[in-house]
């Protein structure tokens, strides 16, 4: 009988010690990943939300530049006091209104090479000593790009991180000073505030901020970057160090809870191996009702995650919905209609997906001539069209829906109207390292005095007439990613009527 009960003793023993053993690990396994997803998602956001932060800042910048007044101000001599004051009244809720409007920017600071101008919170002049710093030497160099830093204000005192960008005389392209935004470091922290795990902010490889949390040996480092907008040589990076004992801690408890209760059931089996049984069983139980409740739980996570996947197909549906027109169409004989259900599909299809990402010209050429035949089945043949593209052009990059612009312009103001022989001309060359797209139609028109007017409103970074004929977003997208060498040019067709748009850009092509 006691070798009966050691044997039944033994076989317990090791059977409790391979199932502690076993379920030791699934549990680690469980917790681990559940952590590293947690941290994953929480990493995921903080750097939506940073990357959001510089694009406000860069954002702000451009405006800062083309804004009229600010140049006005920038580049006006001063006699009196009184004038600088004037002109500064005209500015300062500009600003005012930008670092209300976006929390995170803590300061911005115009410097400025003009001796007539005093000092004030958003505008100073640079000294002797702010023209020779580095910061003020680079932002020259680098000819009006956008570069980040760490910055030490020169009123303040305290580091930001800092956008510094030249600012030019947009008429002439002469410098006239540096413009540079702080970011608030304490909006910043709020950004990993919540996370348990100690983060950082790198700046090019240099942390600039940390939360610095005793949370123990890291055992893991998940890491997300990425380049700030219009920028070409900064990267941001965050890092989360996620604790070795953030992931096990409830592991080591499960793992002594398990063992004291391995002690008992021993101690208990000397006396009577019916009761150690009767608890095996229990034990038993229990393990198999916590791994199913983690098998539900996990379960119930990928079905979350299955009903988010979901909210990001939302767009195929116009697609499937726009095919099925079309498939209709195409089984009552309908040719004319599922081609314009077609070519209607192309367009949504490519305007949805355009960003600040260049496509070669014939891309957008084959978005405008799908545009175009659309037109023609409106105006029921009122409306005809060539387009001519050289074939070196053809593969020239371009920013998405700059030309369909143009063609859409030509329709409103110049061809809706007329009762019948409309006529649209596209032609497309490179010559001298310059891409030129012309658009040029037989429509109404404008008299000298409109056709001035509208050229000297073009450049407008404002809100005026050139924005309600579909040029100005094209002219500010032409001069922000372009800079000087490009340009829009609207003037009278070649035969007296109608109009003709000139869009030029550099030629570049896809290496």
Known sequence: MRRVLMVCFLSLFLSLLLMGGYLSCTLAQVIRDRELHQAQITLDRMALSLNAVFSNAADIANRVYMNPQ????????YQTALDIYTAYTGIAPIFDDYLHTYGEIAEIRLYLENPTLLNSSYIIVADRAIRESPWYRKAIDWGGRIFWTQHLDTVTGQKHISLIRQIKNVATGKHLGVLVINLGMGNLEHLYASDPYDTSILLDGQTVLSSHKDSGRAHYVLTRQFVPRQTLNNTVEITCAIPKKALFAPVYAMVRRCAV???LVLGVSLVSIFFV????????NEVFRQKLQQEQLFSRQKEMQLKILSNQINPHFLYNTLET????????????????????SRILRQSLNAGEKTVPLETEIALVRDYLNIQKIRF???ISFDIAVDEDAAHCQILPLLVQPLAENSFVHGLENRPQGGHIAIRGTVSNGLLTVEVADNGAGMDAKRLAFIRSRLNSPEPNEAERI???????????????????????????????????????RDV
């Open 70 to 77: 600010i140049q006005q101000a920038a580049t006006g001599q």
């Open 261 to 263: 209760i391995v002690a």
């Open 277 to 284: 049984l009767d608890n095996t069983r229990n034990l038993q």
């Open 325 to 344: 027109i079309r498939m209709m169409a195409l089984a009552q004989s309908q040719d004319s209609i599922a081609g314009a259900v077609k070519m209607l």
């Open 380 to 382: 029921s043949g009122r």
């Open 470 to 508: 579909g040029l100005a977003n094209v002219s500010q997208r032409l001069q922000l990613f372009y800079g000087p060498a490009s340009g829009l040019d609207i003037s009278p067709g070649k035969d007296g009527t109608g109009i003709r748009v000139t869009l030029t850009i550099p030629e570049t």
